[in-house]
């Protein structure tokens, strides 16, 4: 095995994680798997060990760029725009606060909220028109991304169904995160793909709510809109280094905030939506009503 990996040096130890390392370091493991490299001969190939890329890929180290360069090559990425964009990123990673309110621009390879998501402990999440993502049947994801229309859906539909299917993996491994979802009550009597498929979607949710690191609670049509104007997600990690972040779509792309006043004031009313959301028993509850009633 090669040397040149000093365990804990202070290239290694600079400046802790952050968001953007997680990310790149994720991209990094999914780019290595898909050209079935181990981490050993990864490693060896930048001139370190396998722990190194290890760490690389959990985001626990500063990423220097004439390594990811060479991993790059050795992963088969020889796209000049990607890797021009990939690096870019390396050298972004090392300036703190990149994720203030930063546009989601990325190329389509570069799934950045998902490796948000796999690094985090805990998600918080609240939905006022579907079914959160990572709690959707496939038949409920297609019906969205085709817009209704799923007969007709295109290999880059199916593609997007089949990374939301993907994601869901994350709640059902090792160290999974604890995922807490709060709905509008309306979520569950919109007809998206109609009523088998709202059905199932329900029948979904009181299975993977029954037991496991979900909770759901439901606000009824009562206190629908008073605590938020729109649905938000707060991504809250294990690591001292890194913030919390709330992740926020929209049309043309999303906004990550991370400032101590915008994370107190989502954290204040995600409190509230709570408070006004039923129990997760009495959410339970209602879902079977719903669903004797369908």
């Known amino acids: 095995m090669a040397t040149g990996d000093p365990e804990g040096s202070a290239t290694e130890r600079d400046g802790g994680p952050t968001a953007l390392r997680i990310v790149l370091g994720s991209q990094l493991r999914r780019l290595r798997e898909g050209a079935e490299i ?5 490693g060896y190939a930048i001139r370190g060990s396998e722990s190194k890329i290890s760490r690389m890929e959990l985001g626990r180290v500063g990423l220097k760029e004439r390594d990811v360069s060479d991993l790059l090559t050795m992963y088969g990425m020889t796209d ?5 964009k990939f690096l870019a990123m390396v050298r972004r990673s090392n300036a703190p606060g990149w994720w203030h309110r930063y546009t989601d621009l990325m190329p389509d390879w570069f799934q950045d909220y998902v490796g948000l998501e796999e690094a985090a402990s805990r998600i918080l999440t609240y939905e006022t028109q579907f079914v959160p993502g990572l709690l959707q049947t496939e038949a409920y994801a297609m019906a969205i991304a085709s817009h209704g229309r799923p007969e007709l859906a295109g290999p880059p539909v199916k593609r997007r169904v089949s990374l939301r299917m993907q994601r869901q993996k994350v709640m059902f491994r090792p160290g999974a995160p604890r995922l807490w979802a709060v709905i509008d009550e309306s979520v569950l009597h919109r007809p998206i793909g109609g009523r088998q498929v709202l059905l199932d979607q329900i029948e979904h949710l009181l299975s993977v709510t029954k037991d496991g690191p979900i909770t759901l609670q439901i606000v009824p049509y009562q206190l629908s809109g008073y605590a938020a104007e729109g649905p938000f997600t707060m991504l809250r990690f294990s690591e001292r280094d890194l ?4 992740y926020l779509e929209h ?4 906004l990550y905030l991370d400032k101590r006043e915008e994370l107190e004031v989502y954290s ?5 939506l709570t408070v006004d959301a039923e129990t997760p028993d009495r ?5 079977m009503k719903i669903r ?3």
């Open 38 to 42: 181990s981490r050993a001969d990864a």
């Open 80 to 84: 000049a725009d990607a890797r021009d």
């Open 243 to 246: 913030p919390d972040i709330v």
């Open 251 to 254: 049309l043309a792309g999303a």
């Open 268 to 272: 204040r009313v995600f409190d509230r």
């Open 283 to 287: 959410s339970r509850q209602l879902l």
């Open 292 to 294: 004797a009633d369908l």
